[in-house]
């Protein structure tokens, strides 16, 4: 078994919800993240990441604010999972919420482990 | 045929009373030698009474026996001289032998404070509770088994060494300061709810149902509610659920005495002094930000109390479920959480999920399996009930299953 983080990539950040549409985005991803629980697969429920009030430091310690300018895509948040295979973590990034938005997508990477680097 | 029916319900409300109240006058150092005496009252009772009749206040003629007993261990240990004569010297005026103080007052406060000093992070948390339901609950060595789903040796040898491990230690007979509280309540908590489940889920032969068990779970955590530092949250939310699954005691099982299902219950049955009691402590609990899964089990727990199926009511549930889930994985909740996820979404959304589960040891897995399948293949469904039958271990599993299968026999 190895853990993979699921990273939520929204093609636009800056896009903002109605609380009913936060409630009902709220109960999906909990759908989806209680469905992956339940097969014991869940490791964290990470974090959300806020898109307001951001800031992007660059190379010299240039500041810029957010949201992101040149950047096209912007992360949301994340989960990690446990799955046998990077195709059995893909399969849990397929039910994501996040992916019903058009151009987003879920990043899957597979957790390095202190040996990968030596 | 009157002793055998009130030796035994003696037995499980004094034995701990006894045991808790002897244990801090002898100190926690002689734990299972409290439990040897208050074991010899019982025998002693058992012995006595079928000739001379029981005695007219029977929990009395114990508490007297008791205090007989304890004055005799004294003086036999010598304890007397060591540990209680120095005080007596200082004390000015007469000098009074100590009595075992057995007012219900004392009785309530040595229970308490069994109950921490057993749930001590020295000792191993199935120790702590093996501990509690056998000193504290009066539960028998194979009752303990069965609720750890071991055996008696193995239960006997978990308690001698947390017996030894509280000798070593020296744990005192008080209640935690109140930064050690914090910790020790978790596991007091646990401790509660093993109990009461139990008593809800009981898998006794002659009893469908062990209220007493219940009920003894629901006075140690109100003992809990009653005293100031432990008032919190997690403890009143623990008391809300046991309320409302409390609540249907009378409902689930019919004049035969077999268990009935949620669904097949008279819900005018169900105790509404006792759903109401749940509301307040749920209320109580919700101070604060921290959510235990007590709260989250409480609150599924109060949903069922509406037995009129809503949209609402079950995408409540299933949002608890998943909430649950995070906080804390266990296949029972996985399953509970797919049922849930049928009532919202449908069978055939829930057949793909329950499949993920792969709980193949689980009867319930076969259970809600065939369930799932029951109107849509009904082949599928006996296939998948028929393996919950070979899983299951119990007369009550094992009936219900029976009864799902026999429906679609009758049915196809």
Known sequence: MQEFMLIFRHEDGGKLASPEQMQVWMQMTMDWIGGIAAQNKLVSTGSGLAFDDSRVVGHNNVVTNGPFGDIKETIGGFIIVRAESTDEAAEFAKGSPVLLGDGNTVEVRRLAKPLDFV | ?412
């Open chain 2, 1 to 412: 045929m009157e002793q055998q029916k009130i030796i035994p319900h003696l037995f499980r409300t004094e034995f701990r009373k006894i045991t808790a109240v002897l244990t801090r006058f002898l100190g926690i150092e002689h734990l299972e030698l409290a439990e040897d005496i208050v074991s010899e009252i019982f025998v002693l009772a058992l012995e006595t009474w079928p000739y001379h009749g029981i005695p007219d206040n029977p929990s009395a003629w114990l508490y007297a026996v008791a205090k007989n007993k304890a004055k005799n261990q004294l003086k036999r240990q010598q304890l007397f001289q060591v540990k209680i004569m120095p005080d007596l010297m200082n004390a000015s005026g007469q000098s009074q032998e100590p009595a075992l103080d057995l007012s219900p007052q004392n009785i309530t406060d040595s229970q308490l404070q069994m109950l921490f000093a057993i749930c001590h992070p020295a000792i191993p948390i199935e120790a702590q509770i093996g501990l509690a339901l056998r000193s504290l609950c009066g539960f028998g060595i194979d009752e303990i088994a069965i609720a750890f789903l071991s055996n008696k040796e193995t239960i006997n040898k978990r308690l001698f060494r947390a017996r030894e491990k509280l000798r070593q230690e020296k744990v005192a007979i008080e209640i935690p300061s109140a930064a050690a509280i914090q910790d020790r309540l978790a596991t007091v908590l646990t401790t509660l709810y093993l109990l009461f489940s139990e008593g809800y889920y009981s898998e006794s032969q002659d009893t469908v149902l062990r209220k007493d068990f219940c009920l003894e779970a629901m006075r140690l955590t109100y003992s809990l509610i009653e005293y100031a530092p432990t008032n919190q949250p997690p403890v009143n939310a623990l008391m809300a659920l046991m309320c409302f699954h409390a609540s249907r005691f009378e409902a689930r099982t019919n004049e035969k005495g077999e268990m009935l299902l949620y669904h097949e219950q008279d819900e005018t049955q169900w105790d509404e002094a006792l759903i109401a009691r749940g509301v307040y402590f749920l209320k109580q609990a919700a101070q604060g930000n921290a959510v235990s899964k007590y709260h989250l089990e409480a609150q599924i727990a109060y949903w069922h109390t509406i037995k009129t199926d809503s949209p609402e009511k079950w995408q409540q549930i299933l949002q608890l479920y998943n909430h649950l889930l995070v906080l804390e994985y266990s296949p029972i909740i996985a399953l509970n959480r797919t049922y849930a996820l049928a009532k919202v979404k449908g069978n055939a959304a829930a057949i793909v999920e329950a499949e993920k589960l792969k709980l193949e040891n689980n009867h319930f897995y076969y259970t809600l399996l065939g369930e799932l399948y029951q109107s849509s293949d009904p082949i599928k469904a006996k296939i998948h009930l028929e393996k919950a039958l070979a899983l299951a271990k119990t007369l009550t599993d094992k009936q219900t299953i029976q009864k799902k299968l026999q429906l679609i026999i009758t049915n196809s």
